[in-house]
């Protein structure tokens, strides 16, 4: 309460987001219309600094390239998958995902797998995440 008596609001919380993608202009793209749609972004093209940054911060949403220069996303996803916290992860790739890849993904913790340039489906399927479990889910291994 004020000095009036009145309930003072908090400041609301942001869904904070990391961004891994090798294509700098990907990665601004994103980060815009994600910090338009209301989310704190954080974004890297490195799938090691990504994992570093994941062991040190908390993060709701994990929006990921398939492809990544020093980390492949299939083994960028198993590395994640032994963090203590985890986040929603969802899968980003230039070409309509086959049925071998979703299935992979999926199996390897992926919420969703996305084709990059729907930038609409990828800001969506972030805020699916965010409001079926604002928090980053937490990891019973």
């Not at 601004?28 to 974004?43: C, H, K, M, N, P």
């Not at 600094?49 to 062991?55: D, H, N, S």
């Not at 390239?65 to 980390?71: A, I, K, S, V, W």
């Not at 919420?111 to 489906?121: G, M, P, S």
Request: with cysteine; net charge positive; glycine share 4%.
């Amino acid at each position: 309460m004020d000095g009036r008596g009145k309930k003072m609001s908090s400041p609301v919380r942001k869904n904070k987001v990391l961004i891994v993608d090798n294509n700098e202009r990907v990665l601004l793209i994103f980060q815009q219309v994600l910090e338009r749609a209301g989310f704190d972004t954080y974004s890297t093209w490195s799938g090691r600094e990504a994992l570093a940054l994941l062991k040190s911060e908390e993060f709701d949403v994990l929006l990921v390239d398939d492809y990544l220069p020093n980390l492949h996303g299939s083994d960028f996803l198993h590395r994640v998958n032994r963090l203590l916290i985890q986040p929603w992860v969802i899968v980003v790739q230039s070409a309509a995902p086959t049925v071998s890849q979703l299935r992979q993904y999926i199996l390897l913790g992926a919420r969703a797998v996305v084709r990059k340039h729907h930038i609409a489906q990828v800001c969506e399927a972030v805020r699916s995440c965010c409001n079926d479990e604002p928090l980053a889910k937490t990891c019973a291994n």
